[in-house]
C-alpha cells in the first residue's frame, strides 16, 4: 500500500521512501522517516496534495510523490488504543473534511 | 571581533531571534562568493563587539537546495566563534539530528530551543540539562517572540566564546538521507529528554484547518482574504499616496519650479519634468509596497499562506508553479511590483523566475483605470462590465499559458514538501519590520532605474519639441508594425508614456489629444471603434507592465538577460495576441 491510497484520518507506519535522493532528503528533514507513523488529514482539491501530520510537524505533499511512499496501515486496534490515550477532541477521525 | 552565525530550519522562529538580538538594525552583507545576501549585524554583546549573521533556513546540512549551498559555504569558510542553532521545541523529534551533526562537525555551538511558549501550551516538557550534557553544549529555552530567555541565551553565547573561533570541516559528513544511526541517535535522546502529552494539544489549528481548507468553503474564502488585502492596501495606501503627492507638488511648485526658473528651459525640464517627476514616481510606489508586505508578514506568519499554497496547488502543478505562486499572481492584481519582490517565498531560483515570468499579465489597477475608462468610453453601458471581465480572464489565460509554454525551461528542482506551521498570532514589531525593510530595498534598488526610465521618456516625448518628438517619429517608424493591431499613432504614444506608469497613460492621452474626460472620451470615440479599442486595451495588458516593475524584476532576478527576456516575450505576445484579435475580428466583419 502506498501513501496516497492511505483513507483520510488513518494512520500508518513508513516503509520505504522511493522518492527522489533530493526529496527524500526534505522529508527525512521533516520528520518523514522510515518507521515514522504518519497521519493523512487531508486531501487538496483538484488532485492536491495531502495534508500529513508526522509526529510534531505537518506537511504538504504532492500525490505523485505519496505514490512512492511505501506503507503499512496500522490496524483499528492499535489505532483504538491510540484514540483513547488521547483527548477526544484529537481523535483523528474527527479530522475529516 | 567575534563573529557569530544564527542556524536552524525554516520555521524555528531565527529571523525573530535575530531580530531580537540585533534590535532590527540589520544590513545585508555580500559574502565573497555567496550568491545570496546575508542579514548580517553588530551587537555589543557583554564586552564584546559580536558580528552576527543570519542564514538562511535550512532543512539539512548536506542538503544541495541552494540556500543549504549557501548556509554550507558560509560555515565552511567564515571563522566562527559561536553557531547559535535555533530548534523549534515542539519539533525535536525531527530537529536534534541538526544539533548532532553540528556537534559531530565540532561547531562551537549554542542551542536555544525556540517557541517553548508554544511547547509548553502543547504539553511538551524538556528534560534540558539532559539534553545539554548528551551534546555537550549549552541548551537554553527561549521564546524569541515574547523576549523570553533572550538574556540568558546571550550570556551562554558568551559564554563559549573562550574556545578558539573555527572553521566547519564538512569533508566527512555523511548524506543525512542514508544515516540510520543518525536518526536512531536523534530518537534514542528525544525520548530521554523530552516528554509529551500522547497527542499534541492542536485543538485550534485543526478546528481553524477544518474551516479554512473546507472543499467548498475554502475557496471563497481565499478570495474573500485576497479582495480584503487589496482594498486594505487600497484603502490605506491611496491616501497616503495622495498625500505624498500633494507634498510633491507642493514642494515642486513653491521651491523647484521658482528655484529652476533661471534655468534654461531645457535643463528646468530635465530637473522638473525628468528627475523630479521620477523620483516621484518611485516615492508613490513605496506607500503600496510598505503597506502590502505588512499585510503579506499577517498572511505568512499566521499560518494561513501555506493554506493558501496547499488549496491552489492542485491546479498550479499542472502548470509548472506551485500553490504559493498562485498567491503571487493573485497579489499581482493589486500591484505587480509587491507581486514580483514576494516571489522571494519560493527557494528554487528556476521555479521563482517561472513565477516572475507570469506576474506582469495580471492585470493590476493602474492598468483597470485605463480599461475602465476606455470600456466606458466606448461599449455601452450593458457591454462594458463584460468587456472589463474579458480582459481579466485574458489576464489569467495569458498568464497561465506563459506558464505551459516555459515550464520545461524553468524547471524547478525544488522537493516539494512544505510545512504547514500552526496559526499563529503575527507580531507587530515584525509586521512593521518586514514593511519598512521591503520598502526601503525598492527604493534603495530601484530608483535609479525608474528615474532614467522617467527622463529617457521625458526626452523623447519633448524633443526635438513636443509637437514633433522622437516619440513622435518613433510612432510613425512603428506604424507598419502598429496598424495591423488598429493602433494609430496618438495610441502609440500614449504607449511610449505607459511604460513609466499606467498611471500616466489616460493624462498623456489628454496632452496628445487636447481633451480632458468626458471631452476626451467623446474624442476618442470618433477615433476609435470597439474593435481597434479592444486590440489597444489588449495591448496594454500584456505588454510591459512599467518600469518599476521592470525594476522590480531586475532586482529579483539579478540578471539582465532575464529581464530582457521577459520584456521581450511580453512585448512579442502583446502584438501577437492584439494582431489574431483585430484581424480575425475585421475578417469577421466587425
Known sequence: ?97 | MKRIALVGMPNTGKSTLFNRLTGGTARVANWPGLTVELACSRILLGAQMVQVFDLPGIYDLTGGAEDEQVAQRFLSEASLDAVVLVLNACQLDRQLALALQLKALGAPLVICLNMHDEAKRAGISIDVAALSAALDAPVQLLSAKYGHGLAECKKAIEGIFSQPAQKIDFSHIPHTANSANLHAREKQLFERCVQQAPTLNEGATARLDRLVLHPWLGLPLFILMMLALFQLTYAIGTPLQDLLEAGLTWFKDSALLPATASLPSFWQGIIVSGLFDGVSTVLTFAPIIFLFFCLMSVIEDSGYFARAAFMMDGLMSRMGLDGRGFVMLMMGFGCNVPAIMGTRVIRDHKARLLTMLTIPFSLCSARLQIFLFLSGALFSPTHAPWVVLSLYLASILIAMLTAVLFKAKFKSNEPFALELPPYRLPLLTHIWRRGWGEARDFLRLATTMIVLGVVLVWLLTNFPNPQHSYAAIISDFLAPVLRPIGIESTLSIALIFGFVAKEVVLGALSVITGHEGAALATQLSHTLDPVSAYSFMLFSLIYIPCISAIAAIKKESKSNLYTVFSMTWSLGLAWMVSFVFYQSARLLGF
Open chain 1, 1 to 97: 500500500m502506498n501513501l496516497a491510497q492511505l483513507p483520510v484520518g488513518d494512520t500508518a507506519r513508513v516503509v520505504t521512501l522511493s522518492v527522489s535522493i533530493d526529496l527524500a532528503q526534505r522529508l527525512v528533514a521533516l520528520g518523514l522517516r522510515r518507521d515514522s507513523v504518519i497521519t493523512v488529514l487531508r486531501r487538496g482539491w483538484l488532485g492536491g496534495p495531502l495534508q500529513l501530520r508526522v509526529g510534531g510537524t505537518e506537511i504538504m505533499l504532492r500525490r505523485a510523490a505519496a505514490q512512492q511512499i511505501e506503507i503499512i496501515a496500522i490496524d483499528m486496534q492499535t489505532k483504538a488504543q491510540t484514540a483513547t490515550q488521547a483527548p477526544t477532541e484529537m481523535n483523528p477521525a474527527e479530522v475529516i473534511p
